[in-house]
């Protein structure tokens, strides 16, 4: 059984992990969904789907929450208003926009995410990422 407490732990043994688009190696290089995927293969073994190649507009050039609607198919979805750490949200950076960033919820306040030009960290769910939370996700058995 995948416990919550083995989410946090995994998605923080990630941190300073350089970014690197559509990379998903812990160490080497990885952009937010690989952190994800990485996490998940940690914990589970072979990734539910394979990703297909991705540009950084992809998300606004389909117009659709493909992000959402993939994590929907592998993941039990939740709230806003009931996440916990271990859970995955996911963001849309524009409220006109679709959800294209994700993040491990690691504390109530706290999540790992890995940030264009920036290498996966531990930060604040400040306000303003909270007010851009679109989806809400958790890993199967948690």
């Known amino acids: 059984m995948i416990t919550r407490e083995a989410i946090v732990a995994e998605a923080r043994s990630w941190i300073g992990t350089p970014y690197h688009h559509q990379a998903s190696v812990k160490g080497i290089g990885c952009d937010c ?53 271990g859970d995955v949200l996911i963001f849309a950076l524009n409220e006109r926009a679709p959800a294209k960033h994700c993040a491990i919820l690691t504390e109530p306040e706290r999540m790992v995410h890995s940030y264009e030009r920036h290498p996966v960290a531990e930060v604040s769910l400040t306000p303003w990422w909270r007010r851009r939370i679109r989806f809400v996700f958790s890993f199967p058995g948690c």
């Not at 998300?59 to 929450?65: D, F, L, S, V």
């Not at 992000?67 to 916990?84: I, K, Q, T, V, Y």
């Open 33 to 85: 969904l690989g952190l994800v995927r990485g996490v998940w293969r940690a914990l589970y073994g072979k990734e539910p789907e394979a990703i297909p190649p991705y540009s950084r507009d992809w998300a606004e050039a389909g117009g659709r929450e493909t992000l959402a609607e993939a994590a929907a198919r592998h993941m039990r979805w939740s709230s806003p208003n009931r996440m916990l750490p």
